[in-house]
């Protein structure tokens, strides 16, 4: 296995772990703010963050490319993602929501192999298939008859796919952290127009820590997990993403005390297993 590809696995493990840990103290905070509000607030601590950061790289240099057409549809497919996925969280269980999310990777490397003709192996295809399996064991979504707002996650999905795949495709001439630049906006953006229908409440000290802790998380997330996609051909990172589970149920046994019993430690130790074997191939 090649450098990059040792890169590009370790950079989307990083980017999964930020992403857990992002979700988490959101999830801290929603309990005392509305979900667009938390949104709003945590993007426009990030959107500080990243301006501190691209003047000292002078990016400036480069503003003209967040215009460049791969840039703009993957700021689309961002904001799109947040839209669908908040509000089919606000009307489903999250179980449910989070599953459906899951098959992100599979329809891109699906994508790839099919249309880019990346070479995915047999054993790879097992691998992706069987993690989704772990995911599935350690969320355990509950039968239900189809629901309107299960579109909206399956939308949630598709976008997930579609912006990743579109980074993959950026030219590497373009600086990363551009690129994290225009993904920070665009949730920022988005949570400013679920705002129009929420009432947003007073920020005391613990909300305004819990969402400066998640926009430096996402801040580094969305960096890192560009890195990923630029080192290694997608069929080789998009396995990995499965590990952000584990990360999110080990900050919830540390957070709140929730111990995974036996059925989601068996979907642990699958979705593990499916990487490693993913990264051996």
């Given at each position: 296995?090649?450098?990059?590809?040792r890169?590009?696995?370790?950079?989307?493990?990083?980017?999964?772990?930020?992403?857990?840990t992002?979700?988490?103290?959101?999830?801290?905070?929603?309990?005392?703010?509305?979900?667009?509000?938390?949104?709003?607030?945590?993007?426009?601590?990030?959107?500080?963050?990243?301006?501190?950061?691209a003047?000292?790289?002078?990016l400036?240099?480069?503003?003209?490319?967040?215009?460049?057409?791969?840039?703009?549809?993957?700021?689309?497919?961002?904001?799109?993602?947040?839209?669908?996925y908040?509000?089919?969280?606000?009307?489903?269980?999250?179980?449910?929501?989070?599953?459906?999310?899951q098959?992100?990777?599979?329809?891109?490397?699906?994508?790839?192999a099919?249309?880019?003709?990346?070479?995915?192996?047999?054993?790879?295809?097992?691998?992706?298939?069987?993690?989704?399996?772990?995911?599935?064991?350690?969320?355990?979504p509950?039968?239900?008859t189809?629901?309107p707002?299960?579109?909206?996650?399956?939308?949630?999905?598709?976008?997930?796919?579609?912006?990743?795949?579109?980074?993959?495709?950026?030219?590497?001439?373009?600086p990363s952290?551009?690129?994290?630049?225009?993904?920070?906006?665009?949730?920022?953006?988005?949570?400013?127009l679920?705002?129009?229908?929420?009432?947003?409440h007073?920020?005391?000290?613990?909300?305004?820590?819990?969402?400066?802790?998640?926009?430096?998380?996402?801040?580094?997330?969305?960096?890192?997990?560009?890195?990923?996609?630029?080192?290694?051909?997608?069929?080789?990172?998009?396995?990995?993403?499965?590990?952000?589970v584990?990360?999110?149920?080990?900050?919830?046994?540390?957070?709140?005390?929730?111990?995974?019993?036996?059925?989601?430690?068996?979907g642990?130790?699958?979705?593990?297993?499916?990487?490693?074997?993913?990264?051996?191939?």
């Open positions: 296995m090649g450098e990059g590809y890169k590009g696995i370790a950079a989307m493990c990083a980017a999964v772990a930020c992403f857990a992002t979700d988490g103290l959101m999830k801290l905070a929603t309990e005392t703010l509305p979900v667009s509000q938390v949104i709003t607030t945590r993007g426009l601590i990030a959107l500080t963050i990243m301006c501190v950061v003047m000292g790289a002078k400036w240099r480069h503003i003209a490319d967040l215009f460049h057409p791969l840039v703009l549809l993957r700021t689309v497919f961002e904001m799109s993602m947040i839209v669908t908040v509000t089919a969280l606000s009307r489903l269980p999250l179980a449910n929501v989070f599953s459906v999310l098959a992100a990777p599979i329809v891109m490397t699906a994508f790839a099919f249309v880019w003709g990346e070479q995915v192996r047999l054993g790879r295809w097992i691998a992706i298939l069987v993690g989704f399996v772990g995911v599935a064991l350690i969320t355990k509950t039968p239900s189809f629901e707002a299960m579109a909206l996650a399956i939308i949630a999905s598709l976008c997930v796919a579609g912006r990743d795949l579109t980074t993959s495709r950026i030219p590497r001439t373009l952290l551009l690129i994290t630049f225009s993904a920070t906006l665009a949730s920022t953006l988005a949570g400013g679920l705002s129009s229908v929420e009432p947003w007073p920020v005391g000290l613990r909300e305004a820590l819990l969402l400066g802790g998640a926009a430096l998380a996402l801040a580094i997330g969305n960096y890192v997990i560009i890195v990923a996609y630029r080192n290694a051909p997608v069929s080789v990172v998009s396995p990995f993403r499965y590990m952000g584990a990360f999110a149920i080990v900050f919830g046994f540390a957070v709140w005390g929730t111990v995974p019993d036996t059925v989601a430690l068996a642990i130790v699958i979705v593990v297993l499916a990487g490693l074997y993913t990264m051996r191939r």
